[in-house]
């Protein structure tokens, strides 16, 4: 009896043995006493093929259990834990870091982590159950579009090995990006007239100015008009090409410098400026920034020099209205005659 | 030939009458054998039915059905679960193991037998049923009898046991006559009216399990997709008017892409919108975002032609299963855009749209729009829009 009852009790072990073996068999799918985790997601920095991105991986813990390790698998097949992963094509987080990470903390990388599978080790400690979240930068996506998965586990041990203890998979997407392109193309207005409406070029009006009689004892003034804008990113330049006024060959000289109104003295120039002596003509006007040259933006100062840039923008701007403002003025010697020129305003836009 | 006849018959009748007689005797002891009274019967389309038949289940409905063989007044029901026969005078009754009606034992009749009185279960045991009511209740032959002997706990082997049911004349009757004594029976009991053995069987349960692994699909498309995102192509999206297509200051131009969700994930999925262009520009830009030309139109709202802005619309999802709506910042007035009003270009971009549960192919229609001002830089201008669905199981 002392040699059969031990016999007995080996036996029974034995048995034992084989039934728990036998039943441990189906939990090493999902694993051997853990839940799963809860609110579980991978926000990607960047949805594009190959793109480097920032993984936010987040879930709960469920079990506030000793927690070394955390795994990862990423698969191109399915999120079902213990069936063979396909690893990601192009999918690499081997230059991955670890840059933050927020409730049950204090992982770092652990070295035997793969280019698709992703070890958070730590000193073991009971886990803090409730949310979660680790972030990663630097990730690799996958080199196709389509759908992806990402198997959880956390483990007691600091190596991924052993049961797990909870668990759970995730899907995530790689997409084409949006492209959205639009053509501006470039364009100068530039009208002319005697008159022009705010801001629009179909009221301009008269291309004549008649200064009437000179005489030596009055200034004679007229004003055109000219409104500009452009889209040219490096704005606009405007200058005037033409002669002063002439009767055959006799001239009324162009004040080739800034000078003021001088009766009796035979002088042709304009500015930009609305004056005082005598006053006429106006200010820049419109919601564009463009503006007169310091030459021609001298108030009752005038000058003409063809070719010379009288109005500029260093941007695309805006409507501008310009107000050209004439002063001519006829010396006691001036000889007779019908005194007239053409002026050209001649915008160019830099792009 | 006469003497002859006679003598044979002479020498035949000893024997002849010894067995009629026998036979005459066997029948007459013949009721006493089955345990019965002399007008008891055996009940017919007997059963009884287990809503659970899960060896140790609890909380399991009996429901016992059988068919009295004569009308009248019934005062007591007995049933009694035994594992090893149903035979009605069989003197052993092993109670199943682990199995027990309670001490108190709920029992509810269906139809066949009368409400009148009172029907109680005093003195059952854990095994065997004792149904009396003082006022015995009418009963139909050939009209089931139904009743159902509520949270009972199964029997802890897996296999066949056994009922007995028997009924009695009065409530007095039944409790006398069907005598317990442990696992004791009598062998027969006086006012018995009828009377059925029944078997029954525990089973293990066939466990099932399925795992739904987790989905996520989602598209991005010029055109709308198909069901499972088929048929897409690539959403790259021209703004502008006339041709070639020009963007200028005196329209909104519009283009569309779509997109399709799919995903089982519980809590929903998120769709983000990332500027993957720029850092700093949410709309258009024509050197690559180191200046904004065209400008994203942050808040929701409207866009008027010749005031530079880039903006989108999210229309609500249609078609497919589930519901995708649109971000306040994206949607969904017809004709009116936003972009940028968070962080299109933060780490994770804006969201635009969302769904709060499981979806099946629904599409989204994501309308881009724009205008230039007369300011707006001449160029080729452009942004590039990576959306990211966020699934969470």
């Known amino acids: ?351 | 030939m006469k003497t002859n006849i006679a003598s044979k018959f002479s020498a035949l009748r000893r024997p002849v009458l010894t067995i009629v007689a026998l036979v005459l005797s066997m029948s007459g002891a013949l009721p006493a054998l089955l345990g019965g009274t002399a007008y008891a019967g055996q009940v017919t389309t007997r059963s009884i039915q287990l809503s659970n038949s899960t060896p140790s289940a609890t909380g399991t409905t009996y429901n016992v059905s059988f068919k009295p063989t004569a009308t009248g007044t019934v005062g007591g029901i007995v049933v009694d679960f035994c594992s090893d026969s149903p035979i009605i005078g069989s003197t052993n009754c092993t109670a199943p193991a682990g199995m027990t009606i309670g001490a108190s034992p709920s029992v509810t009749i269906t139809s066949g037998l009368g409400v009148g009185g009172t029907w109680a279960t005093t003195s059952s045991t854990a095994n065997t049923l004792f149904y009396t009511n003082a006022t015995p209740q009418a009963v139909t032959a050939g009209t089931s009898v139904i009743f159902t002997i509520n949270a009972v706990t199964n029997t802890s082997a897996t296999g066949s046991f056994y009922a007995r049911v028997l009924t009695f004349d009065t409530a007095a009757h039944t409790t006398a006559q069907y005598t317990l004594a442990g696992a004791t029976r009598a062998s027969t009991f006086a006012n018995e009216l009828d009377y059925g053995g029944i078997a029954l069987s525990t089973a293990t349960a066939i466990s099932i399990t399925a795992t739904v692994m987790e989905t996520l699909s989602f598209c991005v498309s010029k055109v709308a997709p198909g069901v499972g995102c088929t048929g897409t192509s690539v959403p790259t999206l021209t703004l502008g008017h006339g041709s070639p297509l020009a963007l200028d200051s005196s329209a909104v131009d519009t283009d569309t892409a779509y997109t399709q969700v799919s995903s089982n994930a519980n809590s929903g999925v998120i769709v983000n919108l990332k500027t993957t262009s720029s850092v700093t520009c949410s709309g258009l830009s024509r050197d690559g975002g180191a200046t904004c030309g065209i400008p994203g139109k942050g808040a929701f709202g409207t866009i008027t032609a010749g005031t530079a802005n880039f903006g989108l619309n999210v229309a609500d999802g249609t078609g497919g299963t589930g519901t995708v709506s649109h971000n306040a910042n994206y949607g969904t007035t017809v004709g009116s855009y936003g972009m940028g009003a968070a962080a299109p270009f933060s780490t994770y971009g804006d969201p635009i749209e969302s769904s709060t549960g499981a979806t099946a192919n629904v599409n989204s229609l994501l309308t881009f729009a724009a205008t230039a001002a007369t300011t707006t830089p001449a160029g080729i201008y452009s942004t590039t829009e990576s959306l990211i669905a966020t699934g969470t199981f």
């Open chain 1, 1 to 351: 009896m002392t040699i059969k009852r031990p016999r007995q009790h080996h036996i029974v072990l034995g048995i034992t043995a084989v039934l728990l073996f036998i039943a441990a068999g189906p939990l090493q799918f999902w694993g051997a006493s853990g839940a799963e985790l809860g609110n579980r997601s991978l926000q990607l920095s960047d949805a594009r093929a190959s793109a480097t991105a920032t993984y936010r991986l987040s879930f709960d813990i469920q079990t506030a259990a000793s927690l070394g390790s955390i795994r990862v698998q990423f698969c191109a097949n399915d999120p079902l834990i213990g069936q063979p992963c396909t690893p990601p094509s192009g999918f690499d987080l081997s230059g991955a870091t670890l840059a933050a990470q927020t409730g049950t903390t204090g992982f770092s990388i652990s070295g035997t982590s793969t280019p698709n599978v992703l070890i958070l080790t730590r000193s073991a400690a009971v886990a803090v159950p409730g949310p979660a979240s680790y972030r990663l930068d630097g990730v690799i996506n996958p080199a196709a579009g389509g759908s992806y998965y990402a198997r959880l586990e956390s483990f007691a041990s600091t190596d991924a090995s052993g049961p797990n203890i909870d668990y759970g998979g995730l899907a995530f997407a790689i997409t084409t990006v949006i492209s959205v392109n639009a053509t501006v193309p470039p364009y100068m207005l530039l009208c002319t007239g005697v008159t022009i409406q705010p801001f629009d070029c179909a009221t301009a009006q008269g291309d004549y100015v008649n200064f009437g009689e000179f005489r030596p004892t009055q200034t004679s003034t007229g004003q055109t008009q000219m409104l500009i804008a452009t889209n040219a990113g490096n704005g606009y330049t405007v200058r005037p090409i033409g002669t002063t006024l002439t009767s055959g060959n006799n001239v009324i000289p162009a004040l080739s410098a800034n000078d003021i109104s001088r009766p009796g003295t035979s002088q042709f120039g304009f500015n930009l400026r609305a004056n005082s002596t005598p006053g006429f003509g106006s200010n820049p006007q419109g919601p564009g920034s463009g503006t007169f040259t310091p030459n021609y933006g001298q108030i009752d100062f005038y000058r003409f020099n063809s070719g010379e840039i009288i109005a500029s923008s260093t941007t695309s701007d805006d409507y501008r209205l310009y107000t050209v403002s004439y002063m001519v003025n006829v010396g006691q010697n001036q000889p007779p005659g019908v005194y007239v020129t053409t002026l050209t305003f001649v915008a160019l836009a830099s792009f």
